[in-house]
C-alpha cells in the first residue's frame, strides 16, 4: 500500500490517533532554544492550533539553535518561528504575541489564551517566570509541561504539572532543593549572567517535552511527572513525586 | 489598614526557615488589583522594619526606598554601602508579587557583568542566580529583595570594582 499524504506515517502511529490533534489548541510561552524546536515538533504533528508568546529578537547568539536562520536576525522571534511554522504544515493555525507575559498586553494576552488551551509548554529561561507560569496554570487549572536545560548547558529536565492531580513545580523538591538555596546568593563568580546552551541538549529537551505532551494531549502511555536528563552521563531519570499538601500553590490548605 | 504579617499567623508564611519573615506581606494583590493598595500600605510597612534592622545593626549600610508613582509600580531611593551613595531604582511588573521585581542601579551598571538586558526592561542587576537559589514567593516584598539580592550585588559589585582600583 502506498503512504502518501502529510500526516501518513502519523496515522501508523498505533498507540494513539494522531488525528484527534488537529482539534488541539497549544501555547509555548518561549520560543527560544527549546519553544521554537518543540513548537515545529508539535507543528509537523498536526496539532490545530499554536499560541507562542516572546518579546524578545533574534539575535546572531541565537543562531547556535536550532529553527532560526541568519536571514531572521534583528526579527522578532514569534514572528520569524510564525512564518516558519507556516512554511513546514500551512495547516496549523498560529497566533503569536511579541509581549513579555510577565506584564501589560503580554500578561492580558496570556489570561486570555491560556484558559482556552488544551495544554502549555513551557520554554522559558528564568526560574521566576517559570513559579509565575505554575501559578497561573494551576490556577486555570491547564496542564503545563515545563522545559529546562541547566546553567553548563548540558543537563535537562522536563517537568509535567496536572492540576489537581501531579505535583506542581513548588511542590518539586528536587527541582529546587539546591545546596547553596540556604546561603546569601554567590556572586563570586567572574563571569557574565549568560548561560551556555548546546543545541544537541535543546533538542533532547524539546523532544521529551513533546513525547510528554502528546501523551497529555492524547491520553496513552504513562506520564512522567518529573524526567532528568544527564548529558554527561548519559542517562535519562524518571522521578516520582507526590503532592506536597502545604504547598503554597497547589496545597490544599490553599 | 491592611492586617499585617505579624497579625496573619503562621499558616501561610515561611517562619521555620526564614528569620526576615517579618519582611513578608500577608495580602497578594497584584498593581492591576483592588487590594492593591493594602499590599503597597505593607510593602512600606515592610521596608520600614528593614529600615530599623539596619539602624540596629549599625553598619555602614542604609537603603532608603519610596514609592514615586501614582500605582506604586515604581519605587525610586538610594542605596548606601561604604560610605558611598547610588540611586536605585526598582520597577514592578503587572505581575508582582508573582514575579521579583526588578532593579537598577545606573551609576553602577557599566562597570559590571552582572547584569542583565532585556527588551522590556532593559539593563537592569543579575538576579539569573537568586531565580536557581530560589527563595521568592507570593508574599515575599521588596524589602526582603532588597536585603537578600540587591545588597548582596552592591556588595559584591563594588567588591569587584575596589579590586579593580575603579572605586
Known amino acids: 500500500m502506498a503512504v502518501k499524504g502529510?500526516?501518513?506515517?502519523?496515522?501508523?502511529?498505533?498507540?494513539?490517533?494522531?488525528?484527534?490533534?488537529?482539534?488541539?489548541?497549544?501555547?509555548?510561552?518561549?520560543?527560544?532554544?527549546?519553544?521554537a524546536l518543540a513548537a515545529e515538533i508539535l507543528a509537523r504533528l498536526g496539532v490545530g492550533e499554536l499560541?507562542?508568546?516572546?518579546?524578545?529578537?533574534?539575535?546572531?547568539?541565537?543562531?547556535?539553535?536550532?529553527?532560526?536562520?541568519?536571514?531572521?536576525?534583528?526579527?522578532?522571534?514569534?514572528?520569524?518561528?510564525?512564518?516558519?511554522?507556516?512554511?513546514?504544515?500551512?495547516?496549523?493555525?498560529?497566533?503569536?504575541?511579541?509581549?513579555?507575559?510577565?506584564?501589560?498586553?503580554?500578561?492580558?494576552?496570556?489570561?486570555?489564551?491560556?484558559p482556552r488551551c488544551d495544554l502549555v509548554l513551557g520554554c522559558v529561561d528564568t526560574f521566576a517566570v517559570r513559579l509565575f507560569l505554575n501559578a497561573k496554570c494551576v490556577a486555570w487549572r491547564v496542564p503545563l509541561v515545563d522545559g529546562g536545560a541547566s546553567e553548563d548547558?548540558?543537563?535537562?529536565s522536563v517537568h509535567v504539572i496536572v492540576p489537581g492531580k501531579t505535583p506542581c513545580?513548588?511542590?518539586?523538591?528536587?527541582?529546587?532543593?539546591?545546596?547553596?538555596a540556604s546561603r546569601p546568593t554567590r556572586r563570586a563568580d567572574d563571569r557574565a549572567c549568560h548561560f551556555?546552551?548546546?543545541?544537541?541538549?535543546?533538542?533532547?529537551?524539546?523532544?521529551?517535552?513533546?513525547q510528554e505532551a502528546l501523551k497529555l494531549l492524547l491520553g496513552f502511555g504513562s506520564v512522567a511527572p518529573f524526567l532528568q536528563y544527564f548529558g554527561l552521563e548519559g542517562r535519562l531519570e524518571r522521578i516520582e513525586m507526590r503532592r506536597d499538601p502545604r504547598c503554597p500553590t497547589c496545597g490544599r490548605t490553599r | 489598614m491592611p492586617r499585617m504579617v505579624r497579625d496573619y499567623g503562621e499558616k501561610y508564611l515561611r517562619m521555620e526557615d526564614d528569620l526576615?519573615?517579618?519582611?513578608?506581606?500577608?495580602?497578594?494583590?497584584?498593581?492591576?488589583?483592588?487590594?492593591?493598595?493594602?499590599?503597597?500600605?505593607?510593602?512600606?510597612?515592610?521596608l520600614d522594619r528593614f529600615v530599623e534592622y539596619l539602624k540596629f545593626l549599625e553598619g555602614d549600610e542604609w537603603i532608603a526606598i519610596r514609592p514615586t508613582s501614582a500605582a506604586a509600580t515604581r519605587w525610586t531611593g538610594k542605596v548606601r554601602h561604604g560610605g558611598r551613595e547610588w540611586d536605585a531604582e526598582l520597577v514592578l511588573k503587572d505581575s508582582y508579587p508573582h514575579v521579583?521585581?526588578?532593579?537598577?542601579?545606573?551609576?553602577?551598571?557599566?562597570?559590571?557583568?552582572?547584569?542583565?538586558?532585556?527588551?522590556?526592561?532593559?539593563?537592569?542587576?543579575?538576579?539569573?542566580?537568586?531565580?536557581?537559589?530560589?527563595?521568592?514567593?507570593?508574599?515575599?516584598?521588596?524589602?526582603?529583595?532588597?536585603?537578600?539580592?540587591?545588597?548582596?550585588?552592591?556588595?559584591?559589585?563594588?567588591?569587584?570594582?575596589?579590586?579593580k582600583g575603579w572605586l
Open chain 1, 6 to 35: 502529510r500526516y501518513a506515517r502519523l496515522r501508523l502511529f498505533g498507540h494513539a490517533d494522531l488525528s484527534k490533534l488537529a482539534s488541539k489548541r497549544v501555547a509555548v510561552v518561549g520560543v527560544g532554544g527549546l519553544g
Open chain 1, 51 to 114: 499560541v507562542l508568546f516572546d518579546y524578545d529578537t533574534v539575535e546572531a547568539a541565537n543562531l547556535n539553535r536550532l529553527v532560526y536562520r541568519t536571514s531572521q536576525v534583528g526579527q522578532k522571534k514569534v514572528r520569524a518561528i510564525r512564518d516558519h511554522l507556516r512554511a513546514a504544515n500551512p495547516d496549523v493555525t498560529v497566533t503569536s504575541h511579541p509581549y513579555d507575559v510577565t506584564d501589560g498586553k503580554g500578561l492580558v494576552a496570556l489570561a486570555k489564551e491560556v
Open chain 1, 153 to 156: 548547558g548540558i543537563n535537562g
Open chain 1, 169 to 180: 513545580y513548588r511542590c518539586n523538591k528536587p527541582a529546587l532543593a539546591d545546596p547553596s
Open chain 1, 196 to 210: 551556555a546552551s548546546l543545541p544537541t541538549t535543546m533538542a533532547v529537551v524539546a523532544s521529551l517535552q513533546c
Open chain 2, 20 to 46: 526576615f519573615y517579618f519582611l513578608q506581606c500577608a495580602t497578594v494583590a497584584s498593581p492591576k488589583e483592588p487590594a492593591w493598595k493594602d499590599r503597597a500600605a505593607e510593602e512600606r510597612y515592610a
Open chain 2, 100 to 163: 521579583p521585581p526588578a532593579c537598577r542601579i545606573p551609576e553602577l551598571m557599566h562597570y559590571t557583568d552582572r547584569k542583565v538586558d532585556d527588551g522590556v526592561l532593559g539593563l537592569r542587576i543579575c538576579d539569573m542566580h537568586m531565580e536557581k537559589n530560589y527563595w521568592w514567593d507570593e508574599h515575599a516584598s521588596i524589602a526582603m529583595y532588597l536585603k537578600r539580592e540587591v545588597s548582596y550585588w552592591v556588595q559584591s559589585v563594588v567588591k569587584d570594582m575596589r579590586g
